[in-house]
């Protein structure tokens, strides 16, 4: 285990570049044990502890002034076992390299986001998702959970061991414990077949319940200030494989998606003015495309263009009003936006504090370039999404607190709870779970 001062004049910043921190020191443990540990040693220095992953939540969530653990030698399969399919995995694996693990070995998630850059413990930590009729986020997948807790221990739970905890962890925001490993329910890998095509906004939303329906992962991506989306529907497969050509993907998920887009949102933030042309361009330049290939290359894109989010779960049957509402402000506002709106949908799942538990969901994401005001876009976004009862993602920029979500959150008592329990002393505690959890 490595202990040090925390790198680059002590500071350490997210993905996003709008969060930062000053940690007062820095641990990298190699195993439970040696971090079971460092949790000891934290206490014992009067020190808050957080753990943090690969920094892509918006929201400061991972920021500490105490010890800041960083769990990359806590990586790599811990077990596979074929007779249950579950895989055990450490904390600090990032999705990606858990992906093509399972792939190697015939397997595969059901389900996931749509980037694959985070560790497993922060994506499921903080309720990331992908879209699906039947399959949930990441964290709904989970068989079971080894958390280190506050007086040190090494806690492991399940269904059946610890279910209480179990029921609270698998999204337990860094309040509970740190998270050591986690096992996942897997499947013998398959095909997706994709379909992604152009589609206008009011068709969309006039057919979402039909496209939903016929469709086990259905999302889209609408422009502002055009009449424009992109829509794509994943489907299972028995093949043949046909992925995506090396030269079409470059040129659409790399030079188009990333590249050109890049450079659009340059323009859009030096001359806001030129941001409705790009949209209207952009809307148009990708074209309809049909492509099979295994789950984590249908599922996951490339993210190179750096942006701010925030994300709100309302009820499936809101979507439409949601999204309408939206559009009119956009429209009405003299807001300059020049990234897409993603939208996804989740089945109701029961995880005390998933942004889908107890009811079916669908995210509406909004975006803005890195380094361009957001605020007001988010808060007029922010105020469609609360009127609907919308649960903000949890790693995702919000201004929510403890009063809000013990409205919208039917078992929150029941976390808190659980909380006083775990962390009676608040040793995992920070600025941002004092807000969202009270004190």
Not at 289 to 311: A, N, Q
Not at 392 to 409: L, Q
């Amino acid at each position: 285990m490595s202990s040090t001062a925390s790198a680059q004049n002590g500071t350490w910043r997210n993905w996003g570049g709008n969060v930062s921190a000053r940690p007062a020191r820095e641990v990298t443990p190699a195993s439970a044990e040696e971090l079971a540990a460092a949790v000891r040693k934290a206490a014992e220095d009067g020190l808050k502890v957080k753990a943090v992953g690969t920094g892509h939540s918006f929201t400061s969530i991972a920021a500490t002034d105490g010890v800041l653990i960083r769990p990359q030698l806590l990586t790599g399969i811990r077990a596979l076992d074929r007779d249950a399919m579950t895989v055990t995995v450490e904390a600090g694996t990032p999705l990606k390299r858990l992906n093509a693990a399972l792939a190697r070995e015939g397997l595969s998630l059901t389900n996931m986001g749509d980037i694959m850059e985070q560790t497993v413990s922060g994506a499921t930590s903080t309720g990331t998702h992908g879209t699906g009729r039947e399959s949930a986020s990441i964290a709904a997948q989970i068989k079971g959970l080894e958390l280190v807790t506050a007086d040190g221990s090494v806690l492991t739970c399940s269904e059946r061991e610890n279910p209480e905890v179990f029921a609270a962890a698998r999204i337990g925001l860094g309040a509970l414990g740190i998270v050591t490993a986690i096992t996942f329910a897997v499947e013998p890998v398959f095909l997706l077949t994709a379909r992604e095509e152009p589609m206008r906004f009011d068709r969309v939303l006039a057919e979402f319940d039909q496209l939903w329906a016929e469709n086990e992962h259905f999302e889209f991506y609408w422009f502002p200030h055009t009449g424009n989306t992109n829509t794509k529907r994943n489907n299972r497969s028995a093949g043949p494989e046909q992925p995506v050509g090396r030269l079409a993907g470059w040129f659409e998920d790399e030079f188009l998606s990333n590249g050109v887009f890049q450079v659009a949102n340059w323009v859009g933030r030096a001359v806001p003015a030129t941001i409705p042309a790009i949209a209207r361009i952009s809307s148009r330049a990708l074209s309809a495309r049909t492509y099979t290939d295994i789950p984590y290359k249908v599922f996951t894109s490339p993210r190179r263009v750096r942006f701010v989010e925030m994300e709100y779960a309302v009820p499936r049957e809101a979507l439409a009003d949601t999204l309408r509402e939206l559009k009119a402000m956009v429209d009405r506002s003299g807001l300059r936006v020049s990234f897409p709106v993603e939208v996804r949908t989740a089945p109701a799942d029961d995880i005390t504090l998933s942004t889908a538990s107890g009811r079916d969901s669908a995210y509406v994401a909004v975006h803005m370039f890195r380094g361009t005001p957001y605020q007001r876009y988010f808060t007029a976004a922010e105020s469609i999404f609360t009127a609907h009862e919308g649960r903000p993602h949890w790693g995702k920029i919000h201004t929510r607190d403890a009063e809000y979500f013990a409205g919208v959150y039917p078992r929150f008592a029941e976390f808190t709870a659980l909380r006083d329990r775990l962390d009676p002393q608040r040793l995992f505690q920070n600025d941002y779970l004092r807000r969202v959890l009270g004190s």
